[in-house]
């Protein structure tokens, strides 16, 4: 049986060898890479440069500091030590609570420990006004 239909050649499929340069893409990578290292050397050289430059000079010294050696800086100062801080104005806070003390010697005014403060204020009341009536 024959075929009505005729039969049709094609041409050999290539590939378009005129639009990529995968040489040149080769070569630009490798030059990147090359010049990526270079930078890199160059900067970790530049490091250890200036890290033995450093080392090297010693401390500054400062001719107008050294008669200043022993002032404090001006109030408020920080903390060198915050727990003890604490530590001790609890103490005084305590003292304050638990002992007889003028407040204004002057004036008459004098504090009592709170325990008894509470106790006088229990027997005595607490002052109020006088409403209306």
């Known amino acids: 049986m024959a075929s009505d239909t005729p039969h049709t ?13 995968i040489r040149a893409i080769f070569a630009f990578a490798a030059g990147l890479a090359g010049v990526t290292a270079a930078i890199g050397v160059i900067v970790w050289g530049l490091f250890v440069y ?12 400062f001719p107008l500091a050294t008669a200043q050696e022993h002032r404090l800086p001006p109030e408020p100062r920080l903390q060198t030590n915050p727990r003890e801080d604490l530590r001790d104005l609890r ?12 407040v204004d010697r002057n004036a ?6 709170i325990d008894d403060a509470i106790k006088l204020t229990l027997q005595r ?9």
């Open 9 to 21: 050649t094609h041409a050999p499929a290539h590939h378009e060898e005129s639009d990529v340069n």
């Open 50 to 61: 200036f890290n033995t430059r450093a080392d090297g000079s010693g401390a500054p010294v």
């Open 91 to 102: 103490d005084a806070e305590q003292q304050t609570l638990t002992t007889y003390g003028w």
């Open 108 to 113: 008459g005014i004098v504090r009592i420990p």
């Open 125 to 133: 009341g607490l002052p109020s006004r006088q409403g209306r009536q």
